[in-house]
């Protein structure tokens, strides 16, 4: 029972970062994932997929493929029902070209040598297979083990080797400054009651009004953009 229940755990998680509530302080960047993954995934026309998910302890997007999924492994350091491999980013336990295509998703802000991660899953795709790859710009630090924050001119970088390649960012300077202020309205109050209490009331304002302010103002600035989307090619 035990172990069903951390199954469950594991894809609610899924669920939640794929549909956040509007009680998420990362709601605004969240909804702007899926639709651009969404988007990605749609113009794939091959079908039974080989899927590998770097850091894929919760495996939001992997609904997101339907049935063009055929078979589908996720590598973590963590081990969780949904984690098949226990292994590092740096070091993929696969043979060369094996996977249509890569998730990374949130990880290589954890890694010292984001390159190395970068550099096998180059190496594990099929030619003309895909990575999606998302990453921070903006975000308060989380944890003790944190290294990078990433801008589209590192992505460019750090990409170099595939052979096309589009980074999108998750909204525009106005949501990523809204979201930034949720992250730490909720991370930074005292007492955890008062952060719940945010979380329940200001919180669901501010998504309200940042979606509101993104589609009535349209502005492209992007120059304090919270997080970034990128699909590579190679």
């Not at 998910?53 to 992997?62: F, L």
Request: glycine share 4%.
């Amino acid at each position: 029972m035990a172990q069903t229940e951390t199954l469950e755990a594991a894809k609610r998680a899924g669920r939640k970062r794929l549909y956040p509530s509007l009680i998420d302080p990362n709601w605004l960047v969240l909804r702007q994932r899926r639709k651009i993954f969404q988007r990605w995934l749609g113009n794939i026309t091959k079908e039974n997929l080989s899927v590998l998910d770097v850091g894929g302890r919760v495996q939001p997007y992997r609904s997101l493929l339907g049935d063009k999924c055929t078979r589908y492994i996720a590598i973590d350091l963590l081990i969780t029902p949904l984690v098949d491999v226990a292994g590092r980013a740096q070091q993929l336990p696969f043979s060369n070209e094996a996977f249509d295509l890569v998730f990374c998703t949130q990880v290589l802000e954890y890694l010292p040598e984001p390159q190395l991660a970068l550099n096998e899953i180059h190496r594990t795709l099929k030619m003309g297979g895909l990575l999606l790859l998302s990453a921070p710009a903006v975000f308060p630090r989380d944890s003790e083990v944190e290294y990078w924050r990433f801008l589209p001119y590192a992505f460019k970088q750090l990409l170099s080797s595939f052979s096309n390649m589009e980074v999108v960012p998750e909204g525009n300077s106005l949501i990523g400054f809204i979201r930034t202020t949720n992250v730490c309205l909720v991370s930074f109050a005292k007492p955890p009651a008062l952060s719940e209490l945010l979380r329940l009331s200001i919180v669901p304002i501010l998504n309200v009004l940042g979606a509101f302010l993104e589609f009535a103002l349209r502005s492209e600035n992007e120059r304090f953009t919270a997080n970034f989307s990128c699909m590579a090619q190679k």
